[in-house]
């Protein structure tokens, strides 16, 4: 208990000096140990550390000052960090040199610490074998030795800045750190967002911006251009931003996009037939239409063996094969409804649409030839076959038209124009042409009525008889069998037709002069001469015999007009009559020859005097329309109709048929 009041008197003390001893001494170091809470709190015995034994060796012959002082803390009943209670009593004592040459004050002086025993032992230096006890010394930031420990505040003191207390009835609470890493981009507050952005502002003009000047943003162009009087050039468009993943799926649907199917599909084979309607078109065409204009057959048609693969290397006239082919089909008739049922995503609707738009472009092919009458025939080129082939399917088109005017004899004068102007090369493909043109500008004459006396100057039968060049001879037919001489008594009966014409509407008589009544008994005999170039049984020789038949037909029906009769029938001109429709009914419903019917059909109808020889003719021209499915037929039946409803009432105008049809604005192809 001395000991105990010894310790609390030098803790109220000042500082005091100590000598050292003269000779080398040994000091033990006793490490500062920390206060630890107890797992409880009920009391329980200490076991202290063994100190930590360092020998200090000091020079002999050297005597130092030190000044020791010890601070002795006594808690009686202090908290630790974690706010227990500790019962125990510290005493740290300094010892420091004062008369040291040493510029570290540390170097020789540290701090011992006493432990006071819970039994309340005394406290006292440990010597033994001449060792002297001193603590581990630590250095310190300033070179004052003298400490007044008051300076200090006391631990509790310390707790209470660091951790708010509460009330002495209530636990402490410690606020706890959020788990986790801590944000690198903290969340927005209301407080940040609420601020006011300082610093330049990127929303003005491209104007202000481009002129660093200060844009009041006014839409649609900002003010402060204005007066200045610069045009402002407005505001660049918002651009949101946007992470790289994002922009690395944009810019694969950007790629995914532009291989869209319309870049990656496969060209069509065949110009011209891109869709189904189009393959139905290019089907009708092969199978039914090139096989009716022709007597050839199905496997040497001119139609399919020598277009079709002008088509393949042109593609207007692919376009003019099918534009052809859609207006010949009919849907209305069993064959065009069978059609439809064996192809249900097609619709009529669908299938006219296609044929307009290969009409529309088999005409912009034809129109971009060049026809500039300022070139020379030098300069010009001679039209390509393929484009004659698109006028005889022009021609052809004509047929299908229950309102014709015409048309056709636009596209035959063009061809006679073209073969003048410059004539093309000579081939198997333009024979086929010419020999088609050449047929329909002859089978022309039987309907055309020339307007205004223009066309009525007929040929003099002195002139060459002779046909022209481009007509070609019986053993060079391909088309239809029977180009071979016959249609020039058709011209010539056309030219002494159109001058009796001109003497009755200007009252000449006689109507038929001697030079034209020489030209009839010329072709009368040429006529009657004339034989079929085919051996018996062929299609085709029945076809001549039939033309031959119309051909003498149609002399006397120009030759004597009904005034020159007073309407009494010719017993001539009733068996040539009966003679032709005894023809006419040789030929099956499906003969290939059903092609070459209408033209005798009807001149041997505009002869028929008979009521009773009316009705074969009637019926011969329902199977050429059940064959051929034209509606020229409709045409030419009506056209009849009307020439003998003329004929019973014995009106002379049944005799100029061509005026008839005039009159009744029907103007057709009877082929």
């Known amino acids: 208990m001395e000991q105990h009041r010894v310790l609390e008197a030098q803790y109220h003390c000042p500082p005091f000096g100590i000598l050292t001893p003269s000779s080398e001494e040994d000091i033990e170091e006793v490490p500062r140990q920390p206060l630890r809470t107890p797992p409880s709190f009920s009391a329980r015995h200490r ?78 230096w440990d010597e033994e074998e001449g060792l002297l006890l001193v603590p581990k010394l630590e250095p310190m930031e300033d070179d004052v030795v003298d400490m007044d420990m ?40 209301p407080e940040s967002l609420a601020k006011v952005a300082k610093g330049r502002s990127k929303t003005g003009c491209i104007t202000c911006r481009k002129r660093k000047k200060k844009c009041d943003e006014t839409k649609p162009g900002c003010l402060n251009c204005e007066k200045n009087s610069v045009t402002c050039e407005g505001y660049p468009e918002k651009t949101i931003w946007k992470s790289g993943k994002e922009k690395a799926e944009e810019a694969r649907i950007r790629r995914a996009g532009s291989l869209t199917l319309s870049s990656i599909q496969l060209p069509f084979l065949i110009n011209g037939l891109e869709t189904e309607g189009d393959r139905v078109f290019l089907h009708h065409y092969i199978s039914r239409l090139s096989i009716i204009f022709t007597l050839e057959g199905e496997h040497d048609s001119a139609f399919r063996n020598i277009l079709l693969p002008m088509a393949q290397q042109h593609s207007g006239l692919m376009h003019s094969i099918l534009a052809l082919s859609s207006k010949h089909m009919d849907y209305t ?27 529309a472009e088999a005409m912009k092919e034809l129109l971009g030839q060049p026809t500039d009458s300022a070139i020379t025939p030098v300069e010009r080129k001679a039209p390509s076959p393929a484009i004659y082939a698109q006028m005889i399917c022009l021609v052809l088109e004509t047929l299908s038209d229950p309102n014709p005017m015409g048309q ?140 031959r038949q119309m051909m003498w037909i149609y002399l006397w029906r120009s030759v004597f007009p009904p005034q020159t009769t007073n ?75 009307e020439v003998w409803r003329l004929m019973d009432a014995k009106d002379e105008r049944s005799w100029d048929w061509q005026a008839i049809a005039s009159r009744m604005e029907m103007d057709f192809l009877a082929t």
Request: proline letters at 9%; a negative charge; aromatic letters at 8%.
């Open 408 to 547: 056709h004899r636009v596209h035959l004068e063009h061809y006679q124009r073209l073969i003048q102007e410059n004539p093309p090369e000579e081939g198997e493909p333009m024979k086929f042409i010419h020999e088609f043109f050449q047929y329909h500008i002859h089978a022309d004459q039987l309907i055309f009525y020339p307007h205004n006396g223009a066309h009525t100057q007929y040929i003099s039968p002195a002139d060459e008889w002779n046909l022209p060049s481009t007509v070609l001879q019986p053993s060079a037919v391909r088309l239809l069998g029977v180009f071979d001489g016959l249609f020039l008594y058709m011209s010539k009966i056309t030219n002494i037709r159109n001058k009796i014409r001109y003497n009755l509407e200007h009252r000449i008589d006689p109507v038929l002069d001697y030079s034209n009544l020489h030209a009839a008994a010329e072709i009368d005999a040429g006529i009657r001469e004339w034989t079929p170039a085919w051996p018996p049984g062929d299609p085709r020789d029945n076809a001549g015999l039939l033309y």
């Open 47 to 124: 076991y202290p550390r063994p100190p930590v034994r360092r020998r200090i060796h000091t020079k002999e012959g050297r005597t130092e000052t030190y000044q020791m002082f010890e601070i002795s803390t006594s808690l009686d009943s202090r908290r630790s960090m974690d706010g227990s209670d500790v019962s125990s009593a510290s005493t740290l004592t300094m010892a420091t040199s004062a008369g040291s040459t040493s510029t570290d004050p540390w170097s020789s002086s540290g701090f011992v610490e006493a432990e006071e025993e819970e039994d309340g032992a005394d406290f006292n």
């Open 150 to 189: 008051s300076d200090f505040p006391r631990l509790s003191t310390m707790q209470e800045s660091a951790v708010p207390e509460t009330p002495s009835n209530t636990t402490p609470t410690l606020v706890k750190r959020p788990r986790g890493r801590p944000r690198k981009h903290p969340k927005p507050t």
């Open 567 to 641: 309407w009494k029938v010719d017993p001539k001109i009733t068996c040539a009559v009966n003679d032709g429709i005894a023809l006419l009914a040789r030929f099956a419903p499906r003969d290939p020859s059903q092609t070459l019917i209408l033209a005798p059909a009807f001149v041997i109808g505009c002869a028929a005097f008979e009521v009773e020889q009316r009705e074969p003719i009637r019926k011969a021209i329902r199977t050429v329309k059940a064959y051929m499915e034209y509606k020229n037929t409709d045409t030419a039946l009506e056209v009849l109709e």
């Open 333 to 359: 008739s069993p064959y065009g409804r069978q059609v439809l049922a064996e192809h249900p995503s097609l619709d009529v609707e669908t299938l006219e649409k296609r044929s307009q738009f290969h009409q």
